[in-house]
């Protein structure tokens, strides 16, 4: 088994000094990669910019990206060795279009206007041969959080989604449910983020086994 995990925000550069981000700190991707290793799982971790720092084990590997565009590049060059990926990065929405940056902008009293353009959807983008594997996480509010993680997994053509709510961000625990392709779902109560990560590839592990008794590869 080989696991790549992606964790924390991105930043998306508005001039040399300034970026746009968000608030993930990237502690759950690091906690989901630390027991991966526990589990003697090859891991690599591909992580944004964070104020934690990442685990260290004889297992994992650890890349920093901090734009949307390292990040895609990143995921280009391991993803193709890797069976599951683990998709955790807050990935940011927009993003100045490639070209656009400029130096260090003087302060301007009136204001400044910045034109956007949406990031590409990587997940949504990465090839994938028969025996691998994507899962993504949605952070919602709580009221639209089944319902929007249900409309991203088909959307993104994904194996599984952690649907989990705001309140997940920038904080130790989180209540998370995970739903599959399939149509079944998963659920636990709320717990410390490394338990969480625990639990969730436990959960993995088990749907990896029961998918490939029930004829393998899709
Ligand atoms: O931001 P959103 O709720 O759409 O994120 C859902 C999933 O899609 C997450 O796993 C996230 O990492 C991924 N994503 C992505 N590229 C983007 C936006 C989100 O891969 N530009």
């Not at 995921?75 to 193709?80: N, Y």
């Not at 410390?192 to 959960?203: C, G, R, S």
Request: charged share 25%; with cysteine.
């Amino acid at each position: 088994m080989h696991l790549l995990i992606t964790a924390g925000p991105t930043h998306e550069p508005i001039d040399d000094v300034r970026y746009l981000g968000n608030r993930s700190s990237g502690q759950l991707g690091m906690a989901i990669a630390l027991a991966s290793c526990q589990r003697a799982w090859k891991t690599t971790l591909l992580l944004g910019p964070s104020a934690h720092q990442p685990p260290t084990h004889g297992l994992l590997e650890v890349h920093r990206f901090e734009t949307t565009q390292e990040l895609s590049d990143l995921l280009d060059q391991h993803w193709p060795s890797c069976q599951v990926l683990l998709m955790a990065a807050a990935v940011s929405d927009y993003r100045l279009p490639p070209g656009s940056r400029p130096a260090k902008t003087p302060r301007q009293d009136q204001g400044l206007d910045l034109h956007l353009e949406s990031t590409p959807d990587l997940v949504a983008g990465l090839p994938r041969q028969n025996n691998q594997r994507i899962i993504g996480f949605a952070l919602e509010e709580e009221a639209e959080l089944k319902r929007r993680a249900l409309e991203k997994l088909s959307k993104k053509k994904l194996d599984a989604i952690v649907a989990n709510p705001l309140a997940t961000m920038n904080a130790p625990d989180i209540n998370a449910e995970v739903f599959f392709a399939d149509g079944s779902h998963r659920s636990t109560e709320k717990q410390a983020k490394t338990d969480f990560a625990h639990w969730l590839l436990e959960e993995v592990a088990d749907w990896l086994e029961s998918s490939a008794a029930a004829g393998g590869d899709k």
